[in-house]
Every structure is written in structure tokens, then in C-alpha cells.
Nanobody, 115 residues
């Protein structure tokens, strides 16, 4: 099965930037794109950005114009560039995918936006 591991989270001031990485390994056959999700305390998991196997991207309205998802197939890595960060972006960010009907997520990385 596929394995996903995120990195790049941290503490950043409002208006700052972070780049998250999602390294994909294991059996990658049958994957239907990669999504970036976030979950803040007390909230359900939210899909914020996604990229298909063909490179098509989509974003939730709250991050459009601020977040950019991209992929480097040679490095088996999907990135989430986050600019103009706001306190409400604070959450655990994880990448996820669907493989042969099953959902997989990485353990997540904490992003905290605070002054």
C-alpha cells in the first residue's frame, strides 16, 4: 500500500509563508491524485487543495490565491506552498489519497500561525 509522510510545518507569524512536503512511497499503483487536508482542534478534517495525477489543481475558496499545490514526480513529492498565512490557517496538515477504494493519510504536520 501507499505510504505518505509530511514535513515542513512549524510556527509562523501572520503574513508569513511555509512550504509543506508530502513524500509518497510504497506501492503507488492506482493512486487517484493527492489531497492536502487540515484539521483544527474541534473541527472536522477539511480538504484544502488537491492535485490530480495529470497535474490539475483545485482549492477551497478560503485558500485560493494564497496556497499553491505542486508535484515533483522525480522526487515522489507533492508540495503545498502557503503564503499570506492567517491565524485561522492553524491546524494539523496532512496529505491523503485514495488507492483501490481505500483512503490513506500521513501522520500530519502542525502549522501554527501566531504572533
Amino acid at each position: 500500500q501507499v505510504r505518505l509522510v509530511e514535513s515542513g510545518g512549524g510556527l509562523v507569524q501572520p503574513g508569513g509563508s511555509l512550504r509543506l512536503s508530502c513524500v509518497i512511497s510504497g506501492n503507488t499503483g492506482g493512486i487517484n491524485g493527492i489531497g492536502w487536508y487540515r484539521q483544527a482542534p474541534g473541527n472536522s478534517r477539511e480538504l484544502v487543495a488537491g492535485i490530480t495525477n495529470h497535474g490539475y489543481t483545485d482549492y477551497v475558496d478560503s485558500v485560493k490565491g494564497r496556497f499553491t499545490v505542486s508535484r515533483d514526480n522525480a522526487k515522489s513529492t507533492v508540495y503545498l506552498q502557503m503564503n499570506s498565512l492567517k491565524p485561522e490557517d492553524t491546524a494539523v496538515y496532512s496529505c491523503g489519497t485514495t488507492q483501490f477504494g481505500s483512503n490513506y493519510w500521513g501522520p500530519g504536520t502542525q502549522v501554527t500561525v501566531s504572533s
